[in-house]
């Protein structure tokens, strides 16, 4: 089993959420259709563009604390360092 670390975002530079999951593709399909009340669906962030897969759902969980931590900045980096035209990837993942 894998685990995911990701970011979703309303737009390129927009509002930002860092999330850990076990199934991203049904995560994300979450967040895009607004299933779930939150920080996510009030600021409609729900394109995929950035994620990184861990083995442990231990070793995500503190990811996903350490990035919640980072400054702005930083995240946008990270984003940009792998996908710097901030394309939506939840396309690309295995449904």
Same mark, same amino acid.
């Given at each position: 089993?894998?685990?995911?670390?990701?970011?979703?975002?309303?737009?390129?530079?927009?509002?930002?959420?860092?999330?850990? @999951? =076990? =199934?991203?593709? /049904? /995560?994300?399909?979450?967040? !895009?259709?607004?299933? *779930?009340?939150?920080?996510?669906?009030?600021?409609?962030?729900?394109?995929?563009? #950035?994620?990184?897969?861990?083995? @442990? /759902?231990?070793?995500?969980?503190? !990811?996903? *604390?350490?990035?919640?931590? #980072? *400054? *702005? !900045?930083?995240?946008?980096?990270?984003?940009? @360092?792998?996908?710097?035209? #901030? /394309? =939506?990837?939840?396309? @690309?993942?295995?449904?």
């Amino acid at each position: 089993m894998a685990f995911f670390v990701y970011i979703v975002a309303s737009a390129p530079n927009g509002t930002l959420y860092t999330g850990m @999951t =076990d =199934d991203l593709a /049904r /995560r994300v399909h979450e967040h !895009r259709e607004k299933l *779930r009340q939150g920080f996510a669906s009030q600021y409609r962030v729900s394109a995929l563009v #950035w994620y990184e897969v861990h083995e @442990t /759902r231990e070793v995500a969980f503190q !990811r996903e *604390r350490q990035i919640k931590k #980072w *400054r *702005r !900045r930083w995240k946008l980096e990270l984003i940009e @360092t792998g996908n710097p035209t #901030w /394309r =939506d990837l939840y396309a @690309t993942l295995q449904l």
